[in-house]
């Protein structure tokens, strides 16, 4: 199986008591299946994977795996910092009948995660992981960066298939690409360096902008595999103040109101996290309210 296109990283939604709000999580589902989106990963960075407890995540395994579309990749986001959890969490998502699972870098004991501790970790969880294991690099929530040699190294395991690569660094991409084999896929994370990374060969990406602007990148993706880099370029230009103050400056948080405001459900995040502000909630107003205007006048031909 090759793993490309535009995937959503999903988020986590909860009613005002703080729990699962299942059945918002399946609307949204519901209208992203009428979406091109290639698929989606549940339970990762932008899920708050780390503010859910595994109960939870199986839930939301479990109705993502029930109501995703036929055809949809279904991503597991599996990785903790504990190589025998991580390897059991993997082998949950295969009795789900997933197609992946997105492995983060281990990160607690980070003076003691060398790459060779972190290689350890990957090839035991890739030994014993019935579905293929994608890498997950963000380094900046984990504090861990990786080199592109090192991945090459990696995927040499037959079960080790791809990255996500979200530090946003284009030219890391360009040598991870690079280095591997042509079957393995890079997937990049930042939306703002999406068209220069399938410029160099990206198989696509993971990304939290497409939890409310989906179609935009869909293009972006689909221009740029037809060689229309003129549209692509335009398009990636009108998502840039998207990506740099929402997804990339507010986070989940800014995501879940950029959903609201796009009608689909946000909501608030889990605590420790903070609501938006009225300032920053005008910030995502009026930046969305640009993309989708600059979007609208590349549909009428119109250079924005």
């Known amino acids: 199986m090759r793993f490309e ?68 990749l279904l991503i597991a986001g599996a990785g903790v910092d504990s190589t025998s959890e991580t390897i059991a969490r993997a082998r949950r998502a295969a009795e789900l009948a997933y197609d992946a699972v997105l492995i983060k870098t281990p990160h607690y004991f980070k003076p003691l995660l060398t790459p060779a501790a972190l290689e350890r970790h990957y090839l035991a969880v890739a030994d014993a992981s019935p579905l293929p294991l994608l890498i997950y690099s963000i380094p900046q929530y984990t504090g861990i960066s990786i080199t592109a040699d090192w991945v090459a190294r990696l995927a040499e395991h037959p079960n080790i298939v ?28 930042s939306s703002g360096t ?16 497409a939890c409310f602007l989906p179609e935009p990148a869909i293009e972006i993706y689909e221009a740029t595999r037809a060689g229309d880099a003129a549209r ?38 889990r605590p420790p996290l903070l609501p938006l502000t009225e300032a920053q909630k005008k910030t995502v107003e009026a930046v969305l309210a640009e993309s989708i205007a600059r979007q609208k006048l590349d549909h009428l031909g119109v250079a924005g």
């Open 232 to 269: 692509a370029s335009r398009l990636q230009f009108a998502l840039l103040s998207a990506s740099r103050k929402i997804t990339g400056e507010l986070g989940a948080t800014g995501v879940k109101y950029a959903m609201d405001c796009a009608g689909y459900y946000g909501g608030n995040p």
């Open 194 to 209: 999406l068209f220069p990374s399938l410029l160099l060969g990206a198989a696509g990406g993971i990304l939290a902008l």
């Open 5 to 72: 296109g535009i995937l959503a990283a999903l988020t986590t939604p909860f009613a005002s008591d703080g729990s699962l709000a299942l059945d918002k999580f399946r609307e949204n589902l519901a209208r992203y299946n009428r979406t091109h989106l290639r698929g989606y990963v549940v339970v990762g960075s932008t899920g708050e994977s780390v503010l859910l407890s595994f109960d939870e995540i199986d839930r939301l395994w479990n109705m993502a795996r029930e109501f995703a579309a036929p055809g949809k």
């Open 162 to 189: 791809g990255i996500k690569e979200s530090s946003g660094n284009v030219q890391l991409v360009s040598e991870i690409i690079h280095h591997c084999p042509p079957e393995f896929s890079t997937l990049v994370g």
